[in-house]
C-alpha cells in the first residue's frame, strides 16, 4: 500500500512562488507516472500536471503551463512541483497521486489509484 504525503503548502501573494512536496512510503512508487491535481471549494478535482516514471515526459495543464514545474526523485520517493507567478485563481488543495500507469498522459482523477491528504495553498491578491 501507497502512502503519499503533500507538503510545503501556504500563503503567498500574487506573483510569488511556492513549491510543494509529495513523499512516498510504503509500496513501489518509482516505476509509476505521478499527477499532481488540485481541487477549490466547490469546484471539482483539476489536473494539473504530471510525470513518467523516469521523468521523460511531462504534461502540463494549460492554466498552469510555463509557470508551473514539476520534477521527481526517484532515490528519495518525491516528485516536486514548483509553482511560479502564481494567480489567485490558484488556490486550492492540492494532491498528489500515483498512476495506475509508467509512461502515458493520465489527466482524470480514475487513473490514479493512490492519493494524498492534499496540501493547501492560498494566493492573495
Known amino acids: 500500500q501507497v502512502q503519499l504525503v503533500e507538503s510545503g503548502g501556504g500563503l503567498v501573494q500574487a506573483g510569488g512562488s511556492l513549491s510543494v512536496s509529495c513523499a512516498a512510503s510504503?509500496?513501489?512508487?518509482?516505476?509509476?507516472?505521478v499527477g499532481w491535481f488540485r481541487q477549490a471549494p466547490g469546484q471539482d478535482r483539476e489536473f494539473v500536471a504530471t510525470?513518467?516514471?523516469?521523468?521523460?515526459?511531462?504534461y502540463y495543464a494549460d492554466s498552469v503551463k510555463g509557470r508551473f514545474t514539476i520534477s521527481r526523485d526517484n532515490a528519495k520517493n518525491t516528485v516536486y512541483l514548483q509553482m511560479n507567478s502564481l494567480k489567485p485563481e490558484d488556490t486550492a488543495k492540492y494532491y498528489c497521486?500515483?498512476?495506475?500507469?509508467?509512461?502515458?498522459?493520465?489527466?482524470?482523477?480514475?487513473?490514479?489509484?493512490?492519493w494524498g491528504q492534499g496540501t493547501q495553498v492560498t494566493v492573495s491578491s
Open positions: 497521486a500515483r498512476s495506475k500507469y509508467g509512461l502515458g498522459v493520465a489527466t482524470r482523477p480514475f487513473q490514479y489509484n493512490y
Open positions: 510504503g509500496g513501489t512508487f518509482s516505476n509509476y507516472a
Open positions: 510525470i513518467s516514471w523516469n521523468s521523460g515526459n511531462t
